[in-house]
Structure formats: C-alpha cells, structure tokens
C-alpha cells in the first residue's frame, strides 16, 4: 500500500492531514492526505482486518471530504491498489471515476542496461544549490502541469528534506556557459532509494538526454549508498518513459490505480 511515508514523516502541523479511527483504545482505521497542487490531493487508507464492514472507512472519507472543503479542495484522488476488489467496490459507490494506473519499478541489479548514444552530448549531474530554486520549479511546472505557486512550493518542500537529494542535469553551451536540461530527485533512507521529479526540459527532450540522466542518477545513488535499493513509478500509459526504464533495468512490481472525485467546482 502507498502511504508516502517522508511526507507522513515531515507533517507541518499546519492543517489536518491525517485522520485515525479508534476502538477502545486500539487504532484500527488511518487516512492520509497528501496534497501536491492548491486545488487537488491524493488520499490512502487502510482499516485493520478483523474491523472491516463496519463503516470506518465511510467515516474516515466523510471526515476527510469536510476537511478538503473548508480548505478549498475541488477534486480528491484516492490510491487504490489494483489487486484491491474491495477498494475499488467502495470508491465507485463513493462515485470516484477510475483516471490512470501506475506501475512501481525496482532496478534488476541483474538486468543489462542499454547503453548511451554516441552522439548524445555530455551531461552534468550535480547537486541542486539555493540558487537552482526557480529554475526546478520552472521543471517541475512543466513537467507535472502546475501551476508556477505550486512548483514553488513542491520544490521548497523537496529541497527542505532532509532525505531528498535534488540533482540538475547541465550541458555545456558552445561558449563555454552550463545550460539546465533537466533535474531529478531521489529520496534515500536506509538503503531505500526512490526516484521522482524527474523532468527533462521541453525542448531538449528527443535527444538521449533522459537515459544518460537517468544512468547517472543510478550511479550517483550507489556511489553514497552501494547495498540501496532503487525504485520508482511511471504512470502506465506513459509509453515512452516505461521503455526508458525497463530498458534502464527497472522492472514493474506493484499496480496502483487512481480514482478521481470532485467534491466542488472551481
């Protein structure tokens, strides 16, 4: 089950994000809420085996959906793991329309890699610096279809974790300057490493740059830490980056679904 567990970990205490049922005393139901753009969130829960069927997540839902509205949430996107009948029973009751499925890759250590294209000019990884702020968020809003504030604030949020390494990818220009074509994150804790963010500018995209980013990247993650685990996801309709991956070694684990919900119009 996905529970983004850096960000249950890193809580602002600003709203209420998490909502907990319990039984005599006993916690037995759990709802988080994590929110990545001004307008929408995506929720997951799980309720104890021996206290299902009895309405709990309804309650946890219903609570969470009063939240969202008091704080100016439209739409809510609920995780559901595929192999889920039961999640996904009650979240097409609750009138979730299904919107995309995901899939969670972990590198084959075993696996060959393809390997880079002669032609594919040099890139740079280096670590993200304060003065890299607004040209990741500019990436990010391109890359993941928010809005400038949005980036902005995903972007402080990332680089201000203290498990998340933010890396820009640069090319050197025919005078000698460093041009950004692409930035991505992994998030590395005890020997677990998961990459996101990953982003390669519009108009560099087509040349290769993506899998030498991505192999250095991989590198980058064995150089601090040669027993971590590599893992990321890729939305299953996403064609073209699945190939980068599974071609990169990575192979599909885990399905996750996604269910939209709007709550209230814009």
């Known amino acids: ?19 907990l049922f319990y039984d005599n005393g006993d916690l037995v139901g759990f709802l988080g809420i994590y929110q990545f753009h001004s307008k929408e969130v995506e929720i997951s829960g799980m309720v104890h085996p021996q206290h299902r069927r009895k309405g709990i997540v309804g309650e946890l839902v219903r609570a969470a ?60 990884l280096r ?25 902005l604030k995903f972007t402080e949020e990332t680089q201000g974790s203290p498990t998340t390494l933010t890396y820009v990818a640069e090319v050197r220009t025919e005078d000698e300057n460093m041009r950004s074509v692409g930035k991505i994150d992994v998030r590395l804790e005890n020997s677990k490493a998961f990459i996101f963010g990953f982003v390669v500018a ?14 250095d990247t991989i590198a980058a993650v064995k150089e601090k830490d040669r027993t971590a685990s590599i893992a990321l996801e890729v939305a299953v309709k996403n064609e073209r980056a699945l190939s980068l991956y599974e071609s990169s070694g990575f192979r599909v684990s885990m399905i996750t679904d996604y269910y939209d919900l709007v709550i209230m119009n814009d």
């Open 65 to 124: 959906v009063q939240g969202c509205v008091l704080r100016g949430i439209s739409k809510l996107i609920f995780i559901c793991s595929n192999g889920s009948s039961s999640g996904k029973a009650f979240l097409e009751a609750l009138g979730a329309q299904y919107s995309f499925s995901e899939y969670w890759m972990q590198l084959d250590e075993s696996a060959g890699r393809a390997g880079i294209a002669k032609n594919v000019q040099e890139i740079k």
């Open 202 to 215: 519009a108009e560099e995209r087509g040349r290769g740059y993506g899998r030498t980013i991505l192999n």
């Open 1 to 19: 089950m996905k529970l983004n567990w850096d960000m249950l970990r890193e809580r602002s205490g600003q709203e209420i994000n998490n909502y």
């Open 127 to 151: 670590l993200a610096e304060p003065n890299d702020l607004s040209t990741i968020a500019n990436l990010n809003a391109i890359g993941f279809d928010m809005t400038q504030a949005d980036a």
